[in-house]
């Protein structure tokens, strides 16, 4: 048989890169579709704060079959950010138990981290962490994992890759974040 008729069941490593808007909306799609199927997905996102007052909203919409939890501790080193960087470690860290509870539950279909790719850049988690993420996964759950600059390692064990790259964005010509498209 080969690879195109093959109706194989088997769960599925996608990482969705790049610097270009849609990442997470890209997610969000995959909730949309699963839910159809009256699917259960369970998103973690590891950035508190990144997720928008629609987004929120409309995840409740889809409860039960889609449940939301933030793991992280807010936005990194930005002008705001009063907290030691130790304990945005300790809360991605705590992010990473939490996803592997999760995962491990086998009570999902679909499980997605969104923003841990910006959770390892900025050294907040490390390698052996997400390794051991994707070890926990049963073999037929769905695993998605967002935001920009995915290392190299994690882009080769994937099955699917998606970089979004910036052609436009409106913040390039001072147009403010837009009511659903943004926020
Ligand atoms: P979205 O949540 O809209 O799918 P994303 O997940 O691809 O975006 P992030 O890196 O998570 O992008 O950025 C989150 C926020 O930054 C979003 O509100 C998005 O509109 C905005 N953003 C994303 N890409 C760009 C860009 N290239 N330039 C300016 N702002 C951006
Ligand atoms: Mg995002």
Redesign the pocket.
């Known amino acids: 048989m080969t690879a195109k008729t093959k109706e194989e069941k088997r769960g599925l490593l996608i990482v969705y890169t790049g610097?270009?808007?849609?990442?997470?909306?890209?997610a969000l799609g995959m909730c949309v579709r699963a839910v159809g199927y009256d699917w259960k997905i369970s998103i973690i996102q590891f950035v508190k704060g990144?997720w928008?007052y629609g987004e929120l909203k409309g995840i409740k919409k889809l409860e039960p079959n889609v449940e939301l939890m933030t793991v992280g501790e807010g936005f990194v080193g930005i002008v705001d950010d009063t907290k030691d960087f130790k304990e945005h470690v300790k809360a991605a860290k705590e992010g990473i138990t939490v996803a592997i509870e999760k995962i491990k539950s086998e009570k999902f279909n679909i499980v997605i981290l969104d923003?841990l790719n910006v959770a390892y850049k900025l050294g907040l988690v490390n390698q052996e962490d997400i390794e051991s993420l994707l070890k926990a996964n049963p073999p037929k759950q769905h695993l998605v994992i967002?935001?920009?600059d995915a290392p190299d390692w994690l882009i080769e064990k994937a099955d699917l890759v998606t970089e979004?790259k910036?052609i436009k964005?409106p913040?390039q010509q001072g147009i403010m974040?837009q009511k659903g498209v943004?926020?």
Do not use: I, L, V
């Open positions: 610097n270009g808007k849609g990442k997470t909306t890209a990144s928008k923003e967002t935001g920009r979004m910036e964005h913040y974040a943004d926020w």
